[in-house]
């Protein structure tokens, strides 16, 4: 092989490289996605806030609402991938309605927080317990429990299972497995999912700084021991019930299931509220 071959395979591998790179950015960098509703819009006292999180600082919303108790927990309420506060709002408004204050915060690279790149599992975890620290500071002698919707709740797993001050935790259409997850919606956009997440991981391993094994909610669940409440959308195709099985299998408890709802207006369905309020008393 002459030199110039030489040069000409390794710019060809290097242009490879560099492409498989951008495409994992591009899978990891969230969408932008419109507010559906905002705090202000519902009449509710609450506080402007930010938390910080490492170099980033996350916007957040407390809703301390006029009639609520302080002998209740205190709620901490997690948006999924690629959404914001707002589309978790369907559930922490009737929440904080029933008497609980209720802490809403965007991740970064989501709703108000401030863009960045990517998202990954880990920075999702890492805001999560930032907000969870936050909340325990600000409110001391209260109980802390954490509703997680899809990656949020995914990310609530991994916070716990390392120590965060959380009491109790509920998991709202949450995946099991991130990579098994991401692979899923691709295929679901009509691309090669498994065969894109195959070559993609050593790319992601780079953005997360290791690999999954110490981000897969099934393989940290069973170091969670608080009271945890699995639900699970009977109709969603973004998050499917395998995940919710696999999740209620190493956790040892059964998942409900939340007939007649997709992924995420199962977060406004009267069964969810039912189900959350329920097992608070248990807190």
């Given at each position: 092989m002459?030199v110039a071959v030489?040069l000409?395979?390794?710019l060809?591998v ?6 498989l ?5 591009r899978v990891?960098?969230p969408a932008y996605r419109?507010?559906?509703r905002?705090?202000?819009?519902l ?6 806030l ?5 170099d980033?600082e996350?916007?957040?919303?407390l809703?301390?609402p006029?009639?609520a ?6 709620l901490?309420?997690?948006h999924g991938w690629?959404?914001?506060?707002s ?5 922490a408004?009737?929440l904080?309605?029933s008497?609980?204050?209720v802490l ?5 690279g ?6 960045v ?11 999560v317990?930032?907000?969870a620290?936050?909340?325990a500071?600000?409110f001391?002698?209260?109980q802390?429990v954490?509703?997680?919707h899809?990656m949020g709740g ?5 916070a716990a299972?390392d120590?965060s001050?959380i ?14 997850v991401?692979a899923e919606?691709?295929?679901?956009q009509?691309?090669p ?5 195959a070559?993609l991981?050593?790319f992601f391993?780079?953005r997360?700084?290791?690999t999954?094994?110490e981000?897969?909610?099934s393989?940290?669940?069973?170091e969670?021991?608080?009271p ?8 969603d195709?973004r ?8 999740l209620?299998a190493?956790?040892g408890?059964?998942y409900h299931?939340?007939k007649g ?5 199962v ?10 309020e329920?097992?608070?008393e248990?807190?």
């Amino acid at each position: 092989m002459t030199v110039a071959v030489g040069l000409g395979v390794a710019l060809a591998v290097a242009l490879v490289l560099f492409a498989l790179d951008r495409l994992a950015e591009r899978v990891a960098r969230p969408a932008y996605r419109p507010f559906e509703r905002t705090v202000p819009e519902l009449g509710i006292p609450h506080e402007d806030l930010r938390i910080p999180s490492g170099d980033h600082e996350l916007a957040a919303w407390l809703l301390e609402p006029r009639h609520a108790q302080p002998s209740k927990p205190l709620l901490m309420v997690a948006h999924g991938w690629g959404a914001n506060y707002s589309t978790v709002l369907r559930l922490a408004e009737p929440l904080a309605k029933s008497g609980h204050d209720v802490l809403l915060f965007d991740v970064r690279g989501h709703g108000r927080s401030e863009p960045v790149p990517y998202v990954t599992i880990r920075q999702f975890r890492d805001d999560v317990a930032a907000s969870a620290r936050w909340a325990a500071r600000r409110f001391p002698d209260r109980q802390l429990v954490l509703v997680g919707h899809s990656m949020g709740g995914a990310a609530g797993v991994l916070a716990a299972a390392d120590g965060s001050p959380i009491d109790g935790l509920v998991l709202i259409a949450s995946p099991s497995d991130v990579l098994r997850v991401t692979a899923e919606f691709l295929t679901d956009q009509g691309r090669p999912g498994n065969f894109l997440v195959a070559i993609l991981t050593p790319f992601f391993w780079r953005r997360v700084g290791s690999t999954f094994r110490e981000l897969t909610p099934s393989r940290r669940i069973g170091e969670v021991d608080i009271p945890l409440l699995i639900i699970q959308p009977e109709l969603d195709r973004r998050v499917d019930r395998a995940h919710a099985e696999r999740l209620s299998a190493a956790a040892g408890i059964p998942y409900h299931l939340v007939k007649g709802c997709e992924h995420t207006d199962v977060l406004a369905s009267p069964e969810t509220l039912r189900l959350i309020e329920d097992f608070l008393e248990e807190v």
